[in-house]
């Protein structure tokens, strides 16, 4: 285990146990075992979202490279900083 994915680890498996204390206390369904199944998926889900927003890794593809602009699809107009100016592309 690398030391700087240890906040990642602990915020995925905390987040995690918070949905599986979720999924006994509060969720009602019969069988038991489906809720706490789903709570604690959904807690893993949550806690992976928040650790990749906070470590800046991009959930889907690669992300924006160092240095390269985001660009805006052809045609659409972009606010011009704090002045609120439209400019086309």
């Not at 906040?7 to 369904?29: E, K, N, P």
Request: glycine share 20%; proline share 8%; net charge neutral.
């Amino acid at each position: 285990m690398h030391r700087h994915l240890i906040g990642t680890y602990v915020l995925v498996l905390g987040s995690g146990l918070a949905g599986l204390v979720v999924g006994v206390f509060v969720i009602d369904v019969e069988p038991a075992v489906i809720g706490w199944f789903f709570a604690t998926g959904g807690g893993l889900m949550v806690g992976a979202f928040v650790a990749a927003i906070a470590s800046n890794e991009p959930l889907v593809g690669r992300g924006a490279l160092p240095g390269t602009p985001i660009a805006s699809p052809p045609g659409s107009a972009r606010r011009d900083g704090a002045n609120g100016r439209e400019s086309g592309p």
